[in-house]
């Protein structure tokens, strides 16, 4: 399951060196240079968003976009909505930065957005459409929705 990108995060909650945060425009991030690998993130997820690196990601060097960070060993990861993609597009001036995934969706399943932005299509189909979060009783208030289920 991936990262419900939630208004109170429970990880970064618990993160004891702040390595877990949330960034200005929402999106729940790790510093992995800040990360000491305790998982206490991974206990903490109501949505077991996280997975943990055992090994050394370095091995497959070759099949490696420069472009992307590497990942570490000894440190949990998760879906961070590609922030390198969007963060290097906002730079270039790009209106509407989407992650990888949302590009490439056959089925156009996958919308991203604003959700502060009330004319931005992600904000419409909230508004618009049944659409529930995944344990929404937790008080974490989880960022993505899901519609039409």
């Avoid at 949330?22 to 949505?47: N, S």
């Avoid at 209106?95 to 959700?115: D, E, R």
């Avoid at 008080?139 to 899901?146: A, D, I, M, R």
Wanted: proline content about 9%; overall charge positive; aromatic content about 8%.
């Amino acid at each position: 399951l991936m990262c419900q990108e939630c208004e109170h995060p429970a990880c970064v909650e618990v993160c004891p060196t702040k390595a877990s945060y949330k960034r200005p425009d929402g999106i729940v991030v790790i510093d992995l240079h800040r990360c000491i690998g305790c998982r206490y993130c991974m206990v903490a997820c109501p949505f077991n968003a996280r997975t943990f690196t055992f090994k050394d990601p370095l091995e497959h060097l070759e099949k490696i976009n420069p472009e992307v960070p590497i990942r570490k060993d000894g440190v949990p990861m998760k879906c961070e909505f590609c922030r390198w993609l969007i963060d290097m597009e906002r730079c270039e001036g790009v209106k509407n930065p989407k992650p990888v995934c949302v590009q490439v969706c056959p089925y156009n399943a996958l919308v991203f957005g604003n959700l502060k932005d009330p004319n931005s299509e992600v904000s419409k189909i909230v508004k618009t459409s049944k659409v529930v979060r995944l344990r929404a009783g937790l008080g974490t208030e989880p960022k993505v929705f899901y519609h039409d289920l």
